[in-house]
């Protein structure tokens, strides 16, 4: 015994959202286009889908919009939280990038701390960069 204190909790099980076949669909189908627009229809047509929000959140960013960039990111943050919450979470534990269907809320994650880094708002910066590193380091080596 190394004396000092031990977590006997266990960690977790890791949450996997369901994919959205339909969604994915109409995703794949405005990355082929790339605008702007037709990014904007996906998450019309699929509000609570944060994959949607994503790259809406990267392309304000890349644009040097963040006020823009931090309100996309943080509804598709926000809609993926409630995703995950359905889906079994309680507040923390694992969140796999690994497992694609959580790739649009980990973007999201990932886009509202630089957002909000932009802003000036560095502790929500900093909360959002811990807690997508809390979720899967996998994650936030590949987004940053």
């Not at 031990?6 to 109409?26: G, I, S, V």
């Not at 702007?36 to 609570?48: D, H, I, L």
């Not at 959140?57 to 809609?79: I, S």
Request: glycine share 6%.
């Amino acid at each position: 015994m190394n004396g000092g204190m031990q977590n006997l909790l266990p960690e977790p099980p890791a949450t996997r959202l369901p994919a959205d076949a339909e969604a994915d669909k109409a995703l794949a189908e405005a990355a082929t286009t790339g605008t702007e627009q037709a990014f904007k229809a996906v998450a019309a047509r699929f509000p609570a889908y944060s994959a949607a929000w994503a790259p809406l959140a990267a392309a304000a960013l890349a644009a040097d919009e963040p006020v823009t960039a931090y309100a996309y990111a943080r509804t598709g943050y926000h809609r993926g939280l409630d995703a995950l919450r359905r889906n079994g979470w309680k507040g923390h534990g694992p969140v796999p990038w690994a497992h694609e269907p959580n790739q649009g809320f980990l973007r999201c994650l990932h886009a509202l701390s630089q957002a909000a880094a932009e802003i000036g708002e560095a502790d929500e910066a900093a909360r959002c960069a811990q807690f997508l590193r809390d979720s899967d380091p996998a994650a936030a080596d590949a987004l940053t």
